[in-house]
């Protein structure tokens, strides 16, 4: 499986223009490719995120009322309501976004870009036959407590310094007065540069800023939570769902903090398996020996017996051989099964046909009424024999030879 990112370029977008691409291995460990290329010769992907670049978004923070979350019309509504004099543009020209999980009173970020340059995007892209999975920030603002981040990005003649918090995204020149805008950053804030940027970001900062390639920024920028997919770009709700369930699949099955639950869920499933292995062997020799037993006895009884298939069976054939020879009478033999006949049928109820052959009684006749045929049976079962009714026929015979 490949991770295929896609940046778009900022607007105006040419007819033709080159989109900016890397695919990732699916664990996000290894940047298989890279390049820029129209949407039609872009490279396949089994997840396609499409990138937002960092000067195409403005962020914005707003207090959602009561019952604007009912519907997406009315959201869009509330939110062109709320922003209307903070924009430049005209709200219906703007695409918007909210963070994940707002919710009506507490405070919300919200992104707007312009909505028909996005919307092209998206279309150029799937027009080329790769489906967009989601569409992420560059950058985003920092969640409540969490610490600051600093990216130096950029070429040496035009460097920017991008500040994330929780305060939202601020773009400031990579020179001395940016940095005197800085300010000194809190405790805990982390600092990256692009290669092309890093020396100039390490001196004009005083310190060592560790190296990130654009591939790299992008695909931890994946991992963000952020769909900027909604509104009129969202997707239908089994779509929703898919794409979300593949998030949830793809974390838990690459996701560093997740690396412990997969290890501990591979012991428990080994450990199963030992455990029903281990169960069934037991199992098997316990059954093994039983079976061995029954065979011994069978041998030790009747000598001739060379080859044990079925040693119930065979006993029992073998037992019912020894009383024709000796002259004894089984209860599969006629007599006995008239004997216990006689106690179970209704008075006077006599068969007009009696037939008996190899161990199975049929009679005739008798005229019995379902209630009667199930209380012979139950008598006859109660002492070795089964019974049943085929039409005006009563087969009664010895359950062991059944």
Known sequence: MALLLVTVPLPPVPAGGEYGWAVWSSDGRKLRSQGSAPPALLPSGDEVILGVPAAALSWHQVTLPQGSMSGAVRLRSVLNGLLEDRLLDDPEQLHFALEPGARAGP?????????????????????????????????????????????????PDAAQLVICDTQGVTALPLDSAGIALLGTPPEGTTMLAEPAVAELAENLLGRRVPIVKPPARWLQASRSPWDLAQFDLASTGRARASKKLAAITRALWHEPEWRAARWGALVLVLAQLVGLN??????????????????????????????????????????????????????????????????????????????????????????????????AAATLSARGYSARSEGDLLLVQAEAAR
């Open 278 to 375: 281990a169960w069934a062997w037991k199992e098997r020799s316990a059954l093994d020996t039983k079976r061995a037993a029954v065979n011994g006895i069978l041998k030790q009884t009747f000598p001739s017996v060379q080859l044990v298939v079925d040693a119930p069976v065979q006993m029992a054939r073998e037992v019912a051989s020894l009383q024709q020879a000796t002259g004894g009478v089984a209860a599969s033999d006629f007599e006995p099964m008239m004997g216990v006949l006689a106690g179970s049928l209704p008075p006077g109820r006599l068969p007009s046909a009696i037939d008996y052959s190899a161990g199975q009684l049929r009679l005739r006749g008798l005229g019995l009424q379902p209630a009667e045929t199930e209380s």
């Open 107 to 155: 405070p919300a970020w919200v992104a707007a870009c312009n909505r028909a340059w996005l919307r092209g995007a998206v279309q150029a892209v799937e027009g080329a036959g790769r489906r967009v999975t989601r569409i992420v920030p560059e950058f985003a603002p920092q969640p409540a407590e969490a610490a600051p981040m600093v990216f130096a990005m950029g070429e």
